[in-house]
């Protein structure tokens, strides 16, 4: 099987990163060091830290490359963003097609096939769509798989070009399909939750601070410490700080009246941008197992935890901030 290719792959997936909102706070997205019959090979670290190119190799030589990488921001999504930022890309792939002829890529490409994937792992579930294309490169008769799966705030992406065959067009959907599901570890072991895990939506408010951008950034890491949460050192997005899971009740923020019953657990996330001269406060909150008390409702029991939990946060950065 012919490897796309870091270079190849990068032109083929990475201009199409422009949507999708990271409102699923992954903290355990591990690439595996083996996929089946494959071992991780090698890992080129995208710009700023922010997710890898990764590459696959089998005992027989095969290579197959994945790119793993979070999703942007997108103010005007607010539920199950990962699967919109899937159709979205999948939907804009052909558009892209005439570039990919006219930079000499392939002598001709057109869509084959366009198939809805789904992946459940662990009581989560990944939404994805694989393209699959056919035309020449240099007259060679060529087929290529562009591979897309969202996994709460990250975006996984798997590429490969071979000579048409149908052993090696399942040897690519099998090897997308288990680096999904080995990838997927819901926040805080989320499985072994006596109720079960949490809805994979976190909840977020954004409010503007009149503080500088610098102003804000300095009080971040003190005020999550001082509200019970330890930095994800796994996090490195610019002006992001994501915390690793905290298991029941946060030490520093009041919990009643439910602080009776045992702590579903929270992981948060706090991002910033300048915005009119002051700066935009993103934090986001989502439970790691689900609050199954007597007789309330439990998504709504939940709504209200993440509400308290990602408002406490935003209080502490800066209580005049208006949303």
């Known amino acids: 099987m012919r490897v796309l290719g870091f270079a190849l792959l990068g032109l083929l997936l990475l201009p199409a990163l422009s949507h999708g909102q990271a409102h699923t706070i992954s903290t355990r997205l591990t690439p595996p060091e083996r996929v089946g019959t494959f071992r991780l090979a090698s890992i080129k670290q995208l710009e700023g830290g922010a997710g890898g190119h990764l590459r696959y190799r089998s005992a027989e030589g095969v290579e197959l490359d994945a790119l793993l990488q979070p999703l942007p921001d997108d103010p005007e999504c607010d539920r199950a963003c990962d699967s919109v930022a899937v159709d979205r890309e999948a939907d804009a792939f052909p558009e892209r097609i005439p570039a990919l002829v006219e930079q000499g890529v392939f002598d001709s490409l057109a869509v084959e096939r366009d198939d809805t994937l789904r992946v459940e792992?662990?009581?989560?579930?990944?939404?994805?769509?694989?393209?699959?294309?056919?035309?020449?490169?240099?007259?060679?008769?060529?087929?290529?798989?562009v591979l897309l799966y969202g996994i709460g705030s990250y975006m996984v992406r798997v590429g490969a070009a071979h000579p048409p065959s149908t052993k090696s067009d399942s040897l690519v959907a099998e090897f997308a399909r288990e680096f999904v599901r080995s990838t997927m570890q819901p926040a805080g072991e989320a499985a072994a939750c006596a109720s079960g895990p949490a809805?994979?939506?976190?909840?977020?408010?954004?409010?503007?601070?009149?503080?500088?951008?610098?102003?804000?950034?300095?009080r971040v890491a003190a005020v999550l410490a001082g509200l019970g949460f330890t930095l994800d050192p796994a996090a490195r997005e610019p002006d992001t700080w994501r915390s690793a899971p905290a298991e029941g009740w946060p030490a520093g923020i009041d919990y009643t009246p439910w602080s009776r019953e045992a702590g579903p657990g929270f992981v948060v996330e706090v991002r910033l941008a300048e915005r009119d001269g002051g700066t935009a406060i993103t934090v986001a909150a989502q439970a790691l197992c689900a609050p199954k008390w007597?007789?309330?409702?439990?998504?709504?029991?939940?709504?209200?935890?993440?509400?308290?939990?990602?408002?406490?946060?935003?209080?502490?950065?800066?209580?005049?901030a208006r949303r």
């Open 121 to 145: 792992h662990a009581g989560a579930v990944a939404h994805g769509r694989h393209l699959r294309l056919a035309g020449p490169v240099k007259g060679r008769p060529t087929r290529l798989h």
């Open 199 to 218: 809805d994979p939506d976190a909840t977020r408010i954004t409010a503007t601070s009149m503080l500088p951008l610098v102003g804000v950034r300095g």
């Open 294 to 320: 007597g007789s309330e409702d439990p998504r709504a029991l939940e709504l209200s935890l993440e509400l308290g939990t990602a408002a406490a946060v935003l209080a502490r950065l800066d209580p005049r």
